[in-house]
């Protein structure tokens, strides 16, 4: 009697063993998984693309995290969900955590890249290139623009967000939708498109479509940076969680002209009219100069961050800690 039941002790405990070693090959995102902090309680953020230091972004209280989802950009460098969740709920209080990603432009050291896309590194496209693919932007080598309509791009983005939810991130930041710009009526690239505008529009919300409805992130956050005249699709506006802005106030340590600051925050103001998050990146360094932007960004309802354009250090501006 003793022997059947030390027997069966021993199988029901081989058994789970293997169920516990077959649980720990293969992490799973819970697609209902609810962070600690809202999306409307933010009152701080940090921005930062290059040299992530995950630990000391943890110590820091800022409520919401906007960084790249690899240390250095590429695959190998890329962050595990251990880590990502870790930072959520880092010593330094709860975080929401973007990450940074380019849908207007294709950048040469990420996963998707194909050296022999430009292969002469002369900034254009070499014959068999995807159709997508379009020249090198000359103010940031190693970007290229890109017909994000076309949908073999989009798949990639897709592909791109994926990599992204699995690791935990709470939503993403979506770069260079201002493309629209570089591809319609009048816009450097001479297509003329007369449905660049409205194609950024539905790339976005189909961005959110994805993560929300067919990956089941319910809550998943989908920010933009620039482009503030799509505030005229109201569609647009709806869809998104909130808009960065870069230089509003000021142009590096120089100030924007007061025509140029009533446009963009008119159109910022929709979003925030409509209960968005409007975040505002300007890159000044002087002490008086972040002073004043950051009165200035508060007194219009914006959540304000100064610091380094190259977006290579974490920045904590004397007497505009976050709490």
């Known amino acids: 009697m003793i022997q059947i039941v030390a027997s069966n002790f021993v199988v029901i405990l081989l058994l789970l063993i293997i169920v516990n070693n077959g649980c720990s090959n293969k992490k799973s995102v819970n697609p209902n998984e609810t962070s600690l902090i809202s999306w409307n309680s933010v009152n701080d953020f940090v921005y930062q693309l290059q040299n992530i230091d995950l630990v000391a972004i943890g110590n820091t209280k800022f409520d919401l995290v906007i960084i790249d989802y690899s240390r250095d950009g590429t695959e190998e460098g890329r962050f595990t969900y251990e880590e990502i969740n870790a930072l959520k709920k880092s010593p330094g209080g709860p975080k929401l955590v973007l990450s940074y990603m380019s849908i207007g432009e294709a950048e040469n050291y990420r996963w998707y890249w194909n050296n022999s896309w430009d292969a002469d590194n002369d900034g254009n496209p070499d014959p068999g290139a995807p159709s997508w693919l379009g020249p090198e932007n000359p103010e940031w080598p190693g970007n290229y623009k890109v017909k994000y309509w076309e949908k073999d791009w989009q798949s990639i983005i897709f592909q791109y967000l994926d990599k992204i939810i699995e690791v935990g991130f709470d ?145 904590i501006n004397p007497g505009h800690e976050p709490d």
């Open 171 to 315: 939503g993403v930041y979506l770069d260079i939708i201002d493309a629209y710009e570089y591809w319609g009526p009048g816009g450097e690239s001479g297509l003329n498109r007369e449905t660049a505008e409205q194609e950024m529009v539905d790339f976005v919300k189909s961005i959110a479509k994805y993560a929300r409805v067919n990956r089941g992130k319910k809550n998943f956050g989908v920010f933009v940076q620039n482009g503030e005249r799509l505030a005229s699709h109201l569609d647009y506006v709806q869809t998104v969680d909130g808009i960065g802005r870069e230089d509003v106030w000021y142009n590096d340590n120089t100030p924007n002209p007061p025509s140029l600051v009533n446009s963009v925050t008119s159109y910022l103001d929709i979003f925030k009219k409509a209960g968005k998050l409007v975040l505002v990146i300007d890159y000044v360094t002087e002490p008086t100069l972040i002073d004043d932007f950051y009165s200035k960004a508060k007194e219009k309802g914006y959540i304000p961050y100064a610091t380094v354009r190259s977006l290579d250090k974490l920045t």
